[in-house]
């Protein structure tokens, strides 16, 4: 399956720690973006990369959270210092900008929960 | 106003039927649309992209486009049990990054 891969999928953790996912584009895809989504909602936007470089942060992405992308494959999303409302699923897409409509691809979610 | 707004739901249709679901949006620049697909619990899968005014079909599913009434709709025909799903409009923007609607669940009654 050569499909966007997250990790891990779920996570629970405490209010006041810190949390890193990992996600893993589809092998030729140059850009690869992170977006949150809560119950009832749809994805909202956080950040995206072209290769390695960061290009565009959401409002909503605190200075709690940080991405990294640092050889334009894999990228990591870090959340410092959780909070309750953090508790989301947080998804991430790949897509290939060369093509006609530049369709996103979704990876499984890594859903966490902040107790 | 919300920038990517679908019609409130849910929408019930009996199996066979044909459902439709819409969705406005307000930036007059955009370009490309999409249509995705989210089962109770699973990530978007991508079902759908129009570029251009009027109708793209593929299978049973069908999107129109309408950019003067910036206006995006999604016809699926011969509703199945196994459709019933939340079904999200999104939008491009010109940075790249999609811009969602809240969503629209529809159920197909057997």
């Known amino acids: 399956d050569t499909g966007v891969s997250q990790d891990p999928r779920h996570k629970i953790t405490k209010r006041g720690q810190n949390v890193t996912f990992r996600c893993d584009p589809i092998s030729e895809h140059n850009r690869l973006y992170w977006y949150r989504q809560t119950l009832g909602q749809g994805p909202e936007f956080l950040t995206y990369?072209?290769?390695?470089?960061?290009?565009?942060k959401s409002r909503l992405l605190s200075d709690r959270f940080s991405a990294e992308r640092p050889k334009g494959s894999f990228s990591t999303l870090e959340i410092q210092r959780t909070e309750q409302g953090d508790s989301a699923m947080y998804l991430c897409a790949s897509s290939l900008d060369r093509t006609r409509y530049n369709e996103q691809f979704f990876g499984p979610g890594t859903r966490l929960t902040v107790l | 106003q919300k920038e990517v707004e679908q019609n409130s739901g849910p929408l019930s249709v009996p199996e066979g039927a044909i459902a439709s679901l819409n969705c406005t949006y307000s930036?007059?620049?955009?370009?490309?649309f999409f249509w995705y697909r989210q089962y109770s619990g699973k990530s978007p899968e991508l079902i759908m992209s129009i570029y251009s005014n009027g109708d793209k079909e593929d299978g049973r599913f069908t999107a129109q486009l309408n950019k003067a009434s910036q206006y995006v709709s999604l016809l699926i025909r011969d509703s199945q049990p196994s459709d019933s799903a939340t079904y999200l409009c999104a939008v491009k923007s010109q940075g790249g990054k999609l811009i969602f609607g809240q969503g629209t669940e529809l159920s197909v009654k057997p």
């Open positions: 930036d007059r620049v955009s370009q490309s």
């Open positions: 990369f072209q290769n390695e470089a960061q290009l565009e």
